[in-house]
């Protein structure tokens, strides 16, 4: 009995130790993915205001470009410190995994550290040269800022592609062994979660640069200053939305065949069947084993992952529960993601009318 008991206490502790880290990882990364937004966004809006100062001669556009190059600066040094927690995290939280993986994910975190030090050295040069180089020379040092953010992002989220859809390695006997990092950075999530990782960041930044200055226009103290920075914002976000869904369409079809338990999970299918229907809305039931108040298209969910609205989906009741998500939490947070997308594009629709009256 006393055996029993050591052994539930030790597993007890061991899931306690597991939540910890995973809490602690996603508060981090939480904090970390909206200034690693704004530091991938951002500086295209830097590029292309000073671009328009120098074609016009208007100071109104420098003077945009320099506040924002102001605010660009403290968020990429704080997104530069919550970035290196996260190297820490992923060390100190996960010993074994980077202990045995790392050799297989660590060219695409080298790279990624290569753009990182090289939009550094060119954030330095393009804040501090503002008075020091020629216009145009200055505004050429921009330009390496927003490729290596861009490069930054694709880096790291080939990473997380992996660990979606590993590849690049052979396990013998637990080791490692064949290891081929080219072949685990482009693994079959790659282009998909590469892309909408990109696409979210310029259209996150977009809309929030232009939330900032509606705030003004809402209280009717609007400048000419204030429409031309919500206007280039919207600018950025809108066209990319409606791009957006395409991707995340896209999305769906390659979790479908790679990871098909998280597509069951995302859309609450507890049983295997032809036909699936979609899902809009709904709470997942997992001790009933069904997702209740769901408006269901029947068919939906069928055609959105197979583009046959007769094919088969498998369910979560085909997976050994332990390898099954929390269902509740990954279907809600799946609706949420959905009604901001469309959202987001019945608001680009709106501008879009907006502008061409």
Same mark, same amino acid.
């Given at each position: 009995m006393a055996m029993i008991e050591g052994l539930l206490l030790a597993a007890q502790d061991r899931l306690s130790n597991l939540l910890a880290a995973r809490l602690q990882m996603a508060l981090t990364l939480a904090f970390h993915i909206v200034l690693a937004c704004l530091g991938v966004g951002l500086p295209v809006l830097l590029v292309v205001a000073e671009g328009a100062f120098l074609r016009t001669g208007d100071e109104l556009?420098?003077?945009l470009a320099r506040r924002w190059s102001r605010a660009f600066a403290v968020l990429f040094a704080v997104g530069a410190v919550s970035g290196t927690v996260l190297s820490f995290e992923l060390g100190l939280l996960w010993p074994e995994f980077m202990g045995r993986f790392g050799s297989v994910i660590g060219l695409p975190f080298m790279l990624e550290g290569f753009a990182?030090?090289?939009?550094a050295i060119f954030v330095g040069i393009y804040l501090y040269g503002w008075d020091r180089l020629p216009p145009r020379v200055h505004w050429l040092s921009g330009f390496p800022i927003a490729i290596a953010g861009f490069a930054s992002a694709w880096f790291v989220v080939t990473a997380n592609a992996w660990m979606n859809t590993p590849q690049g390695f052979r396990l013998a006997d637990g080791k490692v062994i064949e290891v081929d990092p080219i072949a685990a950075m482009l693994n079959p999530a790659t282009a998909m979660q590469t892309t909408h990782m990109i696409l979210a960041a310029y259209i996150a930044t977009g809309f929030l640069v232009a939330a900032c200055y509606a705030i003004t226009h809402l209280r009717g103290r609007a400048t000419a200053y204030h429409r031309r920075a919500m206007a280039l914002g919207l600018l950025l976000g809108v066209p990319l939305v409606p791009v957006q869904i395409i991707v995340g369409d896209w999305a769906a079809q390659?979790?479908?065949?790679t990871q098909p338990v998280k597509l069951a999970a995302m859309e609450g299918q507890f +049983? $295997?069947?032809? /036909?699936?229907?979609l899902r809009l809305g709904g709470i997942p039931d997992p001790t009933a084993r069904e997702t209740r108040f769901a408006l269901e298209i029947p068919g939906g969910l069928s055609w959105l992952a197979y583009r046959d609205t007769n094919a088969l989906v498998r369910g979560l009741d085909e997976f050994p529960p332990e390898d099954t998500p929390p269902t509740l939490i990954v279907h809600l947070a799946f609706?949420?993601?959905v009604i901001i997308g469309f959202f987001?594009?019945?608001?680009?629709? +709106? $501008?879009?009318? /907006?502008a061409w009256r």
């Open positions: 556009w420098k003077t990182f030090f090289l939009e390659v979790v479908a065949k +049983r $295997t069947e032809t /036909a699936a229907p609706q949420v993601m987001l594009l019945g608001l680009a629709g +709106r $501008t879009a009318w /907006a």
